[in-house]
């Protein structure tokens, strides 16, 4: 009560600035520092499809500063009133650490009430998804929303399901009780371990976050089932480089993070650490192009102040890699469904990917309107690249108007100007931002 009193004293201040930098608009909150309070601010702006190309975040305890540069998804600056406009109330007075995390992937808002949540993880196999989704339809389920990760060996998924008749809710529990016990069975496969797998159902007003309820599933499950080291094979130069050192002389740890860039690094990494218990008290985040993810983040836990052992140090290395490799997109091709929704859609389409020999490696399953918008990862089989011939032969069976290869979205942009812009504004609060860092000895270099 009393911290939300502070906050009600202390309204959060949100600032969308597009004239400081010709290559991004800046968004600047200001707000009392409480737990949890900078995952809420990357999860809006996530979640309203932008991309953070920087971020610095600075804090006294008591009071954080942060700005981001963001840029929507065709890398252009914020011009949409309305976006501007949700920005501001999403992260204004009353919003921030007063509003639901319970938002549903791709479902509109008036249809979450009606929807029961199913929680999945297990045993990754070629054409998992496709049995699973099987079950569903075969139990006269509708899948209206849903997301598929996959990362060392297993498999998690978040599915959004209402009756295939009614439209409503699954309440019947002899009817909800099948289609766990099912989907359990499905997940075990061949195992008889009864631990290999999971299945959880619960009311939508129960469910949070889509995104970071995946992390926390999959985070919890590297304790009980660690697969082989599967990243073994994989090009080094993909792979992130995490390195967490002590700072004794300030209280803090320090987490240096470089990797390929990539939609969502910093929402997965801030989820880590808040779910792990850790505070950001001060960090930088430079994502500009492919090869360029950077991240500086000075931390304390909650408890115990700084990471204070090799063995603390090594947990949160080995988490924050997890986290950045789970959400797996770059190791498949995207391929779009755009058509006319159905029950049984899912079913027929991933059974099709399974007969050409096609696995899926991450989904992002959409329902707007009438209408069903989602996107698929596929490998082969063996976990390879997929051919071109298997790529058409699957769009000709589907529909090659409604099934497309998905652009990559991690093409390294270029914006006009950026080179140009070294006076800008905005490349001056960036200065003042390493400078303030610098004089707190909180970087080795502000130039």
Request: charged share 30%.
């Given at each position: 009560?009393?911290?939300?009193l502070?906050i009600k004293?202390?309204?959060p ?6 004239t400081?930098?010709?290559t991004?608009?800046?968004v600047?909150?200001d707000?009392a ?6 995952l ?13 190309n920087?971020a610095?975040i600075s804090?006294?305890?008591e ?6 540069h963001?840029?929507?998804e ?5 011009y ?5 406009d949700?920005?501001e ?10 509003r639901g995390t ?37 139990l ?15 498999m998690a ?13 699954i309440?019947?529990p002899?009817?909800l009780?099948t289609?766990?016990?099912l ?14 797998a999971?299945a959880?159902i ?8 889509a995104?970071r309820?995946l992390?926390q599933?999959?985070h919890a499950?590297?304790?009980v089932?660690?697969?082989d080291?599967g990243?073994?094979?994989a090009d080094?130069r993909?792979l992130?480089?995490?390195v967490?050192?002590d700072c004794?002389?300030r ?9 390929r ?6 929402f997965?990494?801030v989820?880590?650490?808040t779910?792990m218990?850790?505070l ?7 994502a500009e192009g492919?090869e360029?993810?950077?991240?500086r983040?000075?931390?304390r836990?909650?408890d ?11 947990q ?10 789970r959400r ?6 995207g391929l779009e469904?755009?058509?006319?929704d159905?029950?049984?859609l899912?079913?027929d389409?991933?059974?099709i990917?399974?007969?050409h020999?096609?696995s ?10 009438e209408?069903a918008?989602?996107v698929f ?16 032969a699957?769009?000709a069976?589907i ?9 990559d979205?991690?093409?390294p ?6 080179d140009?812009?070294?006076r800008s504004?905005?490349n001056?609060?960036?200065s003042?931002?390493?400078?303030f ?11």
């Amino acid at each position: 009560e009393f911290e939300k009193l502070v906050i009600k004293m202390n309204p959060p201040r949100v600032t969308v600035d597009n004239t400081s930098d010709m290559t991004a608009t800046l968004v600047k909150v200001d707000s009392a520092n409480k737990y949890g309070t900078l995952l809420e601010v990357v999860q809006v702006l996530t979640d309203l499809k932008l991309t953070i190309n920087r971020a610095y975040i600075s804090s006294d305890g008591e009071w954080f500063m942060d700005v981001f540069h963001v840029v929507d998804e065709e890398g252009n600056k914020l011009y949409d009133g309305q976006v501007i406009d949700r920005i501001e109330q999403s992260l204004g007075a009353g919003s921030l650490s007063f509003r639901g995390t319970d938002r549903c992937v791709g479902v509109e808002a008036e249809a979450e009430a009606a929807q029961t949540v199913i929680e999945l993880i297990g045993r990754d196999r070629p054409g998992l998804l496709s049995e699973v989704f099987a079950v569903l339809t075969n139990l006269k389920c509708n899948i209206a929303a849903s997301e598929v990760w996959t990362h060392d060996g297993r498999m998690a998924a978040l599915m959004y399901v209402t009756d295939a008749e009614t439209g409503g809710g699954i309440e019947e529990p002899e009817r909800l009780d099948t289609v766990k016990r099912l989907l359990r069975h499905v997940l075990r496969g061949s195992s008889r371990d009864k631990k290999a797998a999971r299945a959880a159902i619960s009311a939508r007003a129960a469910a949070p976050h889509a995104q970071r309820r995946l992390h926390q599933m999959m985070h919890a499950d590297r304790g009980v089932h660690r697969a082989d080291d599967g990243d073994a094979a994989a090009d080094d130069r993909s792979l992130p480089v995490v390195v967490v050192e002590d700072c004794a002389e300030r209280g803090y740890t320090l987490v240096n993070v470089r990797c390929r860039d990539r939609p969502k690094l910093l929402f997965d990494t801030v989820c880590t650490l808040t779910d792990m218990q850790y505070l950001v008290f001060h960090g930088t985040v430079i994502a500009e192009g492919s090869e360029a993810y950077q991240v500086r983040y000075y931390i304390r836990h909650l408890d115990d102040g700084a990471a204070a052992s090799d063995q603390d140090r090594e947990q949160l290395r080995r988490c924050l890699e997890a986290a950045i490799q789970r959400r797996n997109t770059e190791q498949g091709l995207g391929l779009e469904l755009c058509c006319e929704d159905r029950v049984g859609l899912l079913s027929d389409v991933t059974r099709i990917f399974r007969e050409h020999g096609l696995s899926v490696t991450h989904a992002e399953v959409a329902t707007r309107g009438e209408r069903a918008a989602n996107v698929f990862y596929v490998v082969t089989a063996s976990g390879m690249p997929v051919q071109a011939q298997a790529v058409e032969a699957v769009r000709a069976e589907i529909g090659d108007e409604i099934l497309l290869v998905k652009e990559d979205a991690a093409a390294p942009k270029s914006p006009p100007g950026r080179d140009g812009g070294g006076r800008s504004l905005g490349n001056m609060i960036r200065s003042r931002s390493e400078k303030f860092l610098y004089n707190l000895g909180l970087i080795r270099s502000c130039s």
